[in-house]
């Protein structure tokens, strides 16, 4: 290639030289984490040169999303005037406390109410319209109802969101460590996780993302560890170097599940759950009102190895019954 093609791929396409070459981890940590062509790309721009990784969770971790999901979700129910038997499809606060700690992505939520929870589909249009049938027809009544409360979700997201306290302090501590990569796996959509990111990160802090997948990337949703098994993969990086900061036992089985050390910001939803009993390395209730610093995670994995207990002194007793 001639200095002429060079100079073209630098300054002409810089989506194509990206693409087509390795960034040292230097210039990449200085530059390369603004190139991102999308809000949450589903690969990582730069992988390999990584000693350990950040994984954040987006609903309820970046963000205390879950109520805006319910409310979301209840209006979309209502706009189709959806019964079964007579009766309004509403999901209440506590009903949805367990949903989020069954069923990972808002598809399986709603299939796990109609074939577990109520064993029916439900009529819709005031009961004009028969509830669906066939695996075609359910399939058909899921996407619609997924791709309106999508909307209403970004219109609550745009009206009331505001990053959890200390999530964006330890992102950027983490962006700026240029050995240590940060990225989002959610199971929620990309419509809905964009617009979440692009509201609390911004877009710049958004765009330095190493790696970002959402539900719409992966066949399988947590708690299966598919999303998490596919970042590792993808930044190229031992699953045993990663650690996960999540809010909900779903989510504490994916990371468990694929190997990773998990973090666990419970809420009010899922404060109540069992979370060292299965396994989480470290809890405790926001980031910044516990002190959890980038040193206090990696520190003790840098100095002792990847069994190194995290958070030491600062993370929420064991409670022995």
């Not at 000693?51 to 954040?56: G, N, Q, S």
């Not at 509830?131 to 745009?158: F, N, V």
């Not at 765009?207 to 993969?233: M, Q």
């Not at 958070?311 to 064991?318: M, P, Y």
Request: net charge negative; aromatic share 8%.
């Amino acid at each position: 290639m001639n200095k002429l093609s060079v100079l073209s791929l630098f300054f002409l396409s810089p989506n194509s030289w990206v693409d087509s070459f390795t960034v040292p981890t230097a210039f990449s940590r200085v530059v390369g984490r603004t190139f991102s062509s999308s809000p949450c790309s589903s690969s990582s721009l730069f992988s390999g040169n990584f000693d350990y990784a950040l994984i954040f969770d987006c609903d309820g971790v970046i963000i205390e999303t879950e109520e805006l999901h319910r409310l979301a979700y209840n209006a979309a129910f209502k706009a189709a005037d959806l019964e079964i038997d007579g009766e309004p499809v509403e999901w209440s606060v506590e009903y949805y406390d367990i949903l989020q700690n069954t069923v990972g992505g808002g598809k399986g939520k709603m299939f796990y109410h109609f074939r577990n929870t109520t064993k029916a589909f439900p009529t819709s249009e005031k009961g004009t319209k028969a509830a669906p049938e066939t695996q075609e027809e359910q399939q058909a009544l899921i996407d619609a109802l997924q791709a309106h409360k999508t909307e209403l979700y970004k219109d609550l997201i745009a009206e009331k969101a505001t990053p959890r306290p200390g999530v964006i302090e330890l992102m950027d501590e983490a962006l700026n460590d240029p050995k240590i990569a940060v990225g989002v796996c959610s199971a929620s959509t990309k419509a809905a996780v964009t617009k979440v990111l692009d509201v609390t990160l911004g877009e710049e802090r958004r765009n330095k993302l190493d790696v970002c997948i959402l539900g719409d990337d992966v066949s399988k949703l947590k708690p299966d560890p598919l999303i998490y098994v596919t970042a590792s993969e993808r930044l190229s990086i031992d699953p045993s170097l990663c650690v996960v900061v999540e809010d909900s036992m779903v989510g504490l089985r994916a990371a468990k599940g694929a190997g990773m050390k998990c973090l666990i910001t419970y809420t009010k939803s899922t404060e109540g759950e069992d979370f060292y009993g299965n396994g989480a390395d470290a809890k405790v209730p926001e980031l910044k009102s516990a002190g959890v610093t980038l040193d206090k995670i990696f520190g003790p994995m840098k100095e002792k190895g990847v069994d190194a207990e995290i958070l030491s002194g600062v993370k929420d007793d064991v409670v022995v019954a």
